[in-house]
């Protein structure tokens, strides 16, 4: 896929994380994907339609779920990933995907985007496009996301 | 939207198991479903955009996505077939689906995403504030079950 579409991305994370009471984002390495790869344990999925095709997906860690939730949640402990922590990181993916979406559409190419879905395991395999796809690592404060890019023209 | 939406992709999903693998199935009647759910192993997911944002996930065990995938193409199970083939039966109940209801409400708009998919042991997926129904399609190489969700009531 083209790496250029991977900045409205890399961009919503810095517009919108320290809104959400993060103080640290760093964009980290970008690499390759094989198609199907191995993926941290707590994975949003946000589908995309329209001019631009595929899915982008958020990959963390239990532990970076946790931390991420907590700072959403104004520093609440979070002890569990349970329904709540599991909605404010939905919610992050979907605002982060949205904010993409209109720097996209901004652009010219026009994206609708689904509701996220979340998949929680460990030494999940993962594909998310036919194409083979893009990781750019944001590091925060709560830890790294993988931010899995698979998207077509 | 009409209440029955699922049974047109259920109708779709056993006819195109009749077509593609000559395979006898029945489905279940649809019930609601929690937000969060154990998946059995092997999950496709398809978003739907639109006026009436959702998604769609099949969700089965490796052994039946590996089974089926023989069937239909007469072949061993080699990963990438796999995933290539239940992606794209998924698809096709998908797209069968989505254009009868879109047919059905004027104005809808309803599109879908191409589909991601998710293997692995003990995996729960969530689908935050979505109403959701499920679909066991029961299959002479195990049961596949077929999960439609949109945003907003049902």
Do not use: W
């Not at chain 2, 395979?23 to 759910?37: D, I, K, L, R």
């Amino acid at each position: 896929m083209d790496a250029a579409l991977a900045t409205p991305f890399i961009k919503a994370f810095f517009d919108l994380l320290p809104q959400l009471g993060f103080q640290q984002v760093k964009r980290g390495n970008l690499r390759v994907s094989e198609k199907m790869a191995v993926s941290l344990d707590v994975i949003a999925v946000v589908g995309l339609s329209q001019q631009l095709r595929g899915n982008v997906a958020y990959a963390m860690s239990q532990e970076t779920a946790k931390k991420f939730a907590s700072v959403m949640m104004m520093g609440m402990p979070v002890e569990q990933l349970d329904e709540m922590s599991q909605s404010a990181i939905s919610e992050a993916s979907n605002m982060i995907t949205a904010n993409a979406a209109m720097t996209l559409e901004s652009q010219g190419i026009s994206v609708n985007i689904s509701p996220p879905t979340l998949v929680i395991g460990h030494g999940v395999k993962v594909r998310i496009s036919q194409v083979q796809s893009l990781i750019v690592e944001i590091v925060t404060e709560a830890g790294v996301i993988d931010v899995i890019l698979g998207l077509e023209r | 939207m009409s209440a029955n939406y699922l049974e047109h992709f259920s109708a779709s999903m056993l006819q195109n198991l009749q077509e593609m693998a000559g395979m006898e199935a029945a489905a279940s009647q649809p019930t609601g479903q929690e937000t969060a759910f154990a998946s059995q192993g092997f999950s496709v997911i398809i978003g739907i955009t639109g006026k009436r944002p959702g998604r769609i996930i099949l969700d089965t065990t490796q052994a039946t996505a590996c089974a089926l995938s023989n069937t239909i193409n007469g072949e061993e199970c080699d990963e990438e077939f796999v995933l290539d083939t239940m992606a794209e039966l998924t698809n096709i109940v998908s797209g069968n689906g989505i254009t009868t209801v879109n047919n059905a409400n004027p104005g809808m708009g309803l599109m879908l995403t191409p589909p991601s998919i998710f293997i692995g042991n003990e995996l729960t997926i969530v689908s935050p504030k979505l109403n959701a129904e499920v679909v066991t399609v029961t299959t002479p190489l195990g049961p596949i079950n077929l999960s439609i969700g949109f945003e907003g009531g049902k």
